[in-house]
């Protein structure tokens, strides 16, 4: 299938790939279906962790950077109780990949481990969770991008 993107153009996707959050996303309430992009950077991607695009199909303009939060803090663990886990059709923990919303403040990559997206990899629905715990917020640090350098002057 076709989909039209403001970042990318028009690409062609698998339709099996898109992912779908009935309930939306926050701020996002009425943007359900998305599909994974490789951000296309090979040598970011030869260097460390990996970062996809979650890009709305229901809105050309509407794309998240994500990434898995255990390649940046081991420890982080979602608390998926009953109740989410019959929403999302899931059975053990282990058929969900969670994910979470990447910014960049200043020179800083940041997390929202806060507000992560758990998906369950078989029926590709998916549900943003807010978490109470204070250890994690929105804008846990995951890495420091290179400073810029200045172009070589020639001589």
């Known amino acids: 299938?076709?989909?039209?993107?403001?970042?990318?153009?028009?690409?062609?996707?698998?339709?099996?790939?898109k992912l779908r959050f009935p309930q939306g996303m926050l701020g996002f309430p009425d943007c359900r279906e998305y599909v994974l992009l490789?951000?296309?950077?090979?040598?970011a991607e030869q260097q460390g962790p990996s970062?996809?695009?979650?890009?709305?199909?229901?809105?050309?303009?509407l794309a998240f950077i994500v990434t898995d939060p255990l390649l940046f803090v081991p420890t982080y663990r979602v608390p998926v109780h009953p109740p989410q886990m019959a929403e999302l059709g899931l059975s053990k923990?282990?058929?969900?990949?969670?994910?979470?919303?990447?910014?960049?403040?200043?020179?800083?990559?940041?997390?929202?481990?806060?507000?992560?997206?758990?998906?369950?990899?078989?029926?590709r629905e998916g549900q943003?969770?807010?978490?109470?715990?204070?250890?994690?917020?929105?804008?846990?640090?995951?890495?420091?991008?290179?400073?810029?350098?200045?172009?070589a002057m020639a001589g």
Request: glycine letters at 6%.
């Open 1 to 17: 299938m076709k989909i039209q993107t403001t970042r990318f153009g028009t690409i062609e996707i698998d339709a099996s790939r």
């Open 38 to 43: 490789e951000t296309g950077d090979e040598s």
């Open 93 to 123: 923990i282990e058929d969900a990949q969670v994910l979470v919303i990447v910014n960049k403040h200043g020179q800083t990559l940041t997390g929202n481990l806060q507000g992560p997206l758990v998906i369950n990899l078989h029926s």
């Open 51 to 61: 970062f996809w695009w979650l890009q709305s199909l229901d809105d050309p303009a």
């Open 128 to 151: 943003q969770m807010v978490l109470s715990d204070r250890r994690f917020t929105t804008r846990v640090p995951l890495a420091e991008l290179p400073a810029e350098q200045p172009a």
